[in-house]
């Protein structure tokens, strides 16, 4: 029976050489799962290689779905869709010579070889195996060789097999996804907050999302918006849920405070309340956020905030949003260059959900002239006044919960 193989190698996985076991053991199970409702694949581990098999004959329906799911795999450093073939020199010149053919329909011009031997026993070294098996390719004016820059690069790795391949697609990289533990995501419609969970789950890191929604200040697209990104970033993650919380009270409360509270007598600030709002919401999210954390068990908050990049993201209002949280807040893109957060998002593919035009916030309730160096004792003291945490109690019990996983996609789309 004909079999297709995909050689998937390793990433930084392979340094921590301890606990090596269990992370390729993550890393199958991961992939296992996203790929649960497609039979007859066989994934296995062998010397810093997994591999993936099924018969020819499922090529059209398993092909999309292996792929789909590998090029969502955080953990690996590349994959390649491969040829296998004897281990002796004449097997891998004839099958480098298939690929080089295959490589000029497609347009190349020139190709270079690069060899590779773990297994030791074979009678050639990398560089003559390399030479060799360019030979009939070049000999016969195939293709010409170009070893600086060329049109085509043929790998052949001698293993327990021999596996020779051209299209080697760089991974994600980064730990299998259930080796960090688990974060809660505070998911917006904007650009950053997917980027910043993604980079989480990169670590090896579980997540589960939440969002404020304040109908019908804030719109249904934009919460579609919301659960759009929630399901592109799930795959990384294998699995996601998302919390949509109906904040509108909240915001309404916020709103009214802003309006009627005075600072008391001594309180040296010409500030006005009104500056504080943006903040006070991110206080009452990061309130809201702790009780979900505290009920779904994770480790960490995590933000998609950017110091500097707005108004509410100085150290000094990062700090207040921080004193809300009995869990330690991840923010991986505090020192990230926008440009750079923008790169990772077309490479996530969230960017063109990102940049869709509905707002996560209203302009009602944004502040004119936001407090830039927040003190966190006026902070308090407006979000005490507002006695909000039945508020926030009851926001939080009205949720709903959506999930989105790999697996349901890979089982709906292929
Ligand atoms: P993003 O691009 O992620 O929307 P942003 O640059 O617009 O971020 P802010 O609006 O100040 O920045 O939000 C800072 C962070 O607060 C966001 O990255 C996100 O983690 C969280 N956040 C903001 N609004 C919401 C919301 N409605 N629901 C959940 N989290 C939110
Ligand atoms: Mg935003």
Redesign the pocket.
């Known amino acids: 029976m004909k079999t297709v193989t995909y050689l998937v190698k390793l990433g930084e996985l392979t340094l921590k050489a301890s606990n090596i076991k269990l992370f390729e053991k993550r890393l199958v199970q991961n992939l296992k799962k996203s790929l649960s409702s497609k039979k007859g694949i066989q994934i296995t581990l062998r010397a810093g290689r997994m591999y993936v098999d099924y018969p020819s004959e499922n090529d059209k329906t398993l092909a999309p779905a292996v792929e789909y799911s590998l090029n969502h795999l955080v953990g690996i450093s590349g994959w390649a869709r491969t040829e296998v073939c004897e281990k002796n020199i004449q097997s891998i010149s004839q099958t480098v010579f298939e690929q080089a053919k295959i490589a000029k329909e497609h347009g190349a011009k020139t190709f270079k070889i690069e060899a590779r031997r773990s297994d030791k026993q074979f009678p050639l070294q990398s560089y003559d195996i390399a030479r060799q098996a360019a030979a009939s390719t070049y000999d016969s004016k195939l293709l010409d060789v170009d070893v600086h820059n060329p049109d085509v690069t043929i790998h052949v790795e001698v293993r327990e097999k021999c596996f020779v391949y051209c299209d080697n697609i760089t991974g994600h990289r980064g730990l299998p996804v259930g080796s960090s533990g688990k974060g809660l995501?505070?998911?917006?419609?904007?650009?950053?907050?997917?980027?910043?969970g993604y980079k989480m789950i990169a670590r090896g890191m579980r997540i589960e999302s939440?969002?404020?929604?304040?109908y019908p200040y804030?719109s249904d697209e934009a919460k579609k918006k919301?659960e759009d990104l929630a399901a592109l970033i799930a795959p990384y993650g294998v699995e996601t849920h998302l919390h949509v919380?109906p904040?509108t009270k909240v915001q309404m409360r916020i709103k009214e405070i802003c309006r009627t509270f005075r600072w008391p007598d001594g309180v040296n600030n010409n500030i006005q309340p009104e500056a504080y709002s943006?903040l006070l919401?991110?206080m009452c999210?990061m309130e809201c956020a702790n009780i979900l954390a505290k009920q779904i068990k994770v480790d960490c908050i995590?933000?998609?905030?950017?110091l500097g990049?707005?108004a509410?993201?100085t150290c000094e209002n990062m700090a207040v949003t921080e004193s809300m949280s009995k869990y330690p807040l991840f923010r991986p893109?505090v020192g990230t260059d926008k440009e750079d957060i923008i790169t990772t998002s077309k490479k996530i593919g969230t960017y063109e959900t990102?940049i869709l035009p509905y707002e996560?916030?209203c302009v009602l309730f944004s502040p004119k002239h936001p407090v830039l160096r927040a003190r966190i004792s006026d902070a308090k003291m407006l979000y005490d006044a507002m006695d909000c945490e039945q508020l926030i109690k009851e926001a939080f019990d009205e949720r709903e919960i959506l999930k989105f996983s790999a697996h349901d996609y890979v089982a709906e789309n292929f």
């Open positions: 995501l505070l998911l917006s419609g904007g650009i950053d907050s997917p980027v910043a939440i969002y404020f929604h304040a804030t919301v919380i904040f943006t919401l991110r999210m995590i933000t998609g905030e950017s990049q707005v509410s993201q893109l990102s996560d916030c």
